[in-house]
């Protein structure tokens, strides 16, 4: 029997791709809206809201950049100007960058990794409403999460994490699929 609504579902997930390669050409602030509208759907034991996001777009990419780059020049003072000139540029792959990040709301381990992972959910569904809106877009991160400067650019207190950069823009080319396990061998079905 035919399931359509499954169907769409499985083909939504199943065709999104991590998407690198995008215009430079800015999306409307109301598609961009529905992208952190989706990622609050996202299922939050004692519905703590634990999100934040902060969209980086136009020149604010560069003050982002500004904060990378003095992480880098800190770690490695002696950096080329060439080397951090291509730190700067990383910024600039896409016209829209979302900082999605973990707000604490509790000092409680548990309920700590319960809020982080479901703001990892609502970086998901953000993607797939990306995709179903025809975007493209990837999620980063890398040691740029863990950089004091671009952490406190995006107003992270000690307790807060930055779970994702998602880049946003239209698509320029879409990579072929990365391979997935089959199901039965990731799978142990007990029944008894
Ligand atoms: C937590 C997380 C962090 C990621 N960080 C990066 C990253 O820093 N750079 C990158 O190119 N891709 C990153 N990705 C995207 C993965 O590389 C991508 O999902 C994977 O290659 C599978 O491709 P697909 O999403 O098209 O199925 C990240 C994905 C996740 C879930």
Redesign the pocket.
Known sequence: MTNPALDAVQECISQ???V?AVRDTPIDRGRLHALIAAALWAPNHKLSLPFAFVVASGAARDALADAHAQARRRVAPGMSDEAMRAQRALTRRAPHIIVCIHRATDDDPVRRREDRDTV?AGVQNLLLAAHADGLGA?????AFVDEPEVRAHVGCRDEDEIV?FVYVGEPESV?P??PRPAVDDVTQWRDA
């Open positions: 999104r791709r991590s690198e990892a990837i999620w980063r991160t890398g994702g990579p699929a990365p």
